[in-house]
RNA sequence: GGGCGCGUGGCCUAGCUUGGAUGGGGCGCUGGCCUUCUAAGCCAGCAGUCGCGGGUUCGAAUCCCGCCGCGUCCGCCA
């Protein structure tokens, strides 16, 4: 058992930096924060230390300064030497004590390297809650791809983490699906290509709505069961989500298949049942911002910064029922009792919501506000996606291709070599790998314009690059395993320092991701490190290397990497084949 | 009309929070590299007014103001 835990290179070298830097410049009258960056390209060092603010203060050319406390900071542990140019004083590690200090912590920390020491902190991060009417699109599929990683990072960096599915069991959608299911013939509708219910119920759910449109009476009748639901009564509750329910499982069979499993499923109605919702309505009455507009209460929203056409948010009806936001205020007072961080992973379209529920629950004293990461649409080429009018690419039909191109792919190279079985097999993890990367790769806030050649990109900036990378570790290690614990200082070539220096930064991009709510950059990350490592593949040979003690040396610095592309890649919920 | 977000080579994208040292990548295109650990790879080349205009600064893709374009929201919907 691993009994400290321990520290990571770049921290030590980073301590080791500020700990020399501050007396000398407390000296100066620099009393700043010492912020270190890190410099263009290797060459000019490790990390730096720029010199522009504190030229001012000691009216020197920055140029001046930076020679001047370079030559102050004399060599250490971590600090091999350093060097002023352009301003700046450049550190340059103590590369051997990297290396060692570097595979020593790979190898013994294993699947855990990278992670961070227990925070013990609890985090619900609510993601994905779609309208259970029908499959998942490709329009959404951001959400749970996003969501689902930033569970993964936070458990990562050390929290304890719950995920949560909010089951919208009161909405109009799915008393529209409901009373579709209790009132359309199925061999009315047209037959799908899939055998599966979510895909099985849609035709229900854009019949409805079509039949509700055209009909009055329908369009009645559908708003009843929404009141009804409202009101908490059981049995209609009870009715909507024995409709709803096999469209729920369906869309978890297709979130599963990304590896996307949820903790907990939280539905809607519960807090209509428990009243805490009420609790809510009365609560929000009593603040000075509440208003009265025809028997249904609000607040205005003005004075908070929020402006528009209407800046009123209801929270009841005339009728003295609750909205949907009302009751998302409510379950956010429950998440917030049984978590110190609240994270929401929302779509654009819900950036009001979301300011309405924050200030609502600021009024009513909530101690716990939720952090919302907000994506952009993926839409196609022609516009928004639609489920209602069909226009929209499923999931289920992006996996089902992904998964076919990534078996052509591997049958045109390896089909002479690995059984059918095997093929499918990688090609499963590829193409579920595909997916997920070329989400996760851009930023969040970035509009995405579905075009399935991107969706299904395989070569360059994408999962197969760094999977392969990984398969290519792999390898090497089935051919000849790394002897684990050996003398590295063989390792001195530039592509056998630079992966180093790579390896050793993971623990940062981590924390960088976790701390921002970005898991883009563990995505670029992994890149840069596959990048590297092939580099470092094609000049530096390992099992064929030049004696015994540089190909052991090299084989831990392939286990390192593969370790690291392997627990990299996890984070973004993508396998790492041993072998493509 | 107002709020919020986005705008980087033909296409996509990193960098923007915390201003600094030559704006990184990928796709595509052109040319080269498989008798050596899997070529889903590697190397070289072509390609950029960082939307436009002003300002702050020793220094702006990054901060501030204005404008333009795209997205999104402004329901007693969810």
Same mark, same amino acid.
Request: proline content about 4%; charged content about 30%; overall charge neutral.
């Given at each position: 058992m691993v009994a400290a835990f321990m520290q990571y290179p770049f921290d030590l070298f980073r301590k080791e930096i500020i700990e020399s830097l501050r007396p000398i410049l407390d000296s100066l009258g620099y009393m700043d924060e010492i912020r270190l960056e890190t410099p263009p390209s290797p060459e000019m060092g490790d990390l730096s230390f720029a010199c522009f603010p504190l030229s001012k203060i000691v009216k020197k050319p920055p140029s001046d300064v930076a020679k001047d406390i370079a030559n102050k900071v004399s060599p250490k542990e971590w600090i091999d030497h350093t060097d002023a140019s352009g301003g700046y004083v450049n550190f340059f590690i103590n590369v051997e004590r990297l290396v060692s200090h570097t595979i020593d912590v790979i190898l013994m920390q294993d699947k855990t390297y990278g992670s961070l020491e227990k925070k013990q902190k609890k985090v619900i991060v609510e993601h994905t809650s779609a309208n259970p009417n029908g499959p998942l699109h490709?329009?959404?599929?951001?959400?749970?791809?996003?969501? =689902?990683?930033?569970?993964?990072?936070?458990?990562?960096?050390? &929290?304890?983490?719950?995920?949560?599915? &909010?089951?919208?069991?009161?909405?109009?959608? @799915?008393?529209?699906?409901?009373?579709?299911?209790?009132?359309? *013939?199925?061999?009315?509708?047209? *037959?799908?290509?899939? =055998?599966?219910?979510?895909?099985?119920?849609?035709?229900?759910?854009?019949?409805?709505?079509?039949?509700?449109?055209?009909?009055?009476?329908?369009? *009645?009748?559908?708003?009843?069961? @929404? /009141?009804?639901?409202?009101?908490?009564?059981?049995?209609?509750?009870?009715? @909507?989500?024995?409709?709803?329910?096999?469209?729920?499982?369906?869309? /978890?069979?297709?979130?599963?298949?990304? !590896?996307?499993?949820?903790?907990?499923?939280?539905?809607?109605?519960?807090?209509? /049942? !428990?009243?805490?919702?009420?609790?809510?309505?009365?609560?929000?009455?009593?603040?000075?911002?509440?208003? /009265?507009? !025809?028997?249904?209460?609000?607040? =205005?929203?003005?004075?908070?910064?929020?402006?528009?056409?209407?800046?009123?948010?209801?929270?009841?009806?005339?009728?003295?029922?609750?909205?949907?936001?009302?009751?998302?205020?409510?379950?956010?007072?429950?998440?917030?009792?049984?978590? =110190?961080?609240?994270?929401?992973?929302?779509?654009? !379209?819900?950036?009001?919501?979301? *300011?309405?529920?924050?200030?609502?629950?600021?009024?009513?004293?909530?101690?716990?506000?939720?952090?919302?990461?907000? &994506?952009?649409?993926?839409?196609?080429?022609?516009?928004?996606?639609?489920t209602r009018r069909g226009r929209v690419v499923y999931l289920d039909d992006l996996i089902d291709e992904a998964v076919a191109r990534a078996f052509e792919e591997v049958k045109k190279r390896r089909g002479n070599e690995l059984t059918e079985e095997k093929i499918k097999h990688i090609a499963k993890l590829v193409g579920l790998g595909s997916i997920r990367y070329n989400i996760l790769k851009i930023q969040p806030e970035k509009d995405i314009v579905f075009k399935w050649e991107d969706a299904l990109n395989f070569e360059g900036y994408s999962a197969p690059f760094i999977q392969y990378a990984h398969a290519r570790a792999s390898s090497i290690l089935r051919k000849m395993p790394s002897p684990g614990k050996v003398d590295v200082k063989p390792l001195t070539h530039q592509q056998e320092i630079a992966l180093v220096k790579l390896l050793a930064r993971f623990p940062d991009v981590i924390k960088e991701a976790c701390g921002n709510n970005r898991p883009n950059l563990i995505a670029n990350y992994l890149y840069d490190l596959a990048a590297q490592f092939n580099q470092f593949y094609r000049d530096c040979p390992v099992i064929k290397a030049e004696n015994k003690k540089l190909r052991d040396a090299r084989l831990a610095l392939v286990q390192a990497t593969s370790i690291t592309l392997r627990n990299g890649l996890y984070l973004l919920g993508i396998s790492a084949p041993e072998e493509m």
């Open positions: 490709v329009g959404r599929a951001r959400n749970p791809i996003l969501g =689902d990683t930033l569970v993964r990072i936070y458990r990562y960096t050390g &929290y304890d983490v719950e995920s949560q599915f &909010y089951v919208d069991d009161l909405g109009k959608q @799915v008393a529209i699906l409901a009373w579709g299911v209790k009132n359309i *013939k199925p061999e009315t509708l047209p *037959k799908t290509d899939r =055998d599966k219910p979510d895909h099985l119920l849609v035709r229900f759910y854009q019949q409805a709505y079509k039949l509700m449109s055209e009909n009055k009476e329908v369009a *009645k009748e559908i708003n009843e069961i @929404v /009141k009804l639901c409202e009101r908490g009564d059981e049995e209609t509750i009870r009715m @909507v989500r024995d409709a709803f329910e096999p469209a729920l499982q369906g869309i /978890k069979q297709s979130l599963a298949e990304l !590896d996307i499993h949820f903790d907990r499923f939280v539905p809607e109605s519960q807090f209509v /049942k !428990d009243k805490s919702v009420d609790e809510v309505v009365e609560a929000l009455k009593k603040t000075e911002y509440t208003g /009265k507009e !025809d028997g249904a209460w609000y607040i =205005d929203l003005k004075p908070f910064g929020v402006s528009g056409r209407n800046t009123k948010f209801f929270f009841t009806r005339s009728d003295g029922t609750t909205l949907y936001a009302t009751r998302d205020v409510a379950y956010h007072l429950w998440k917030a009792k049984h978590a =110190d961080i609240l994270i929401n992973v929302l779509g654009e !379209d819900h950036k009001l919501e979301a *300011k309405q529920v924050e200030i609502a629950l600021k009024l009513i004293g909530a101690k716990t506000i939720p952090k919302a990461v907000f &994506y952009s649409f993926v839409t196609l080429p022609g516009g928004k996606m639609s």
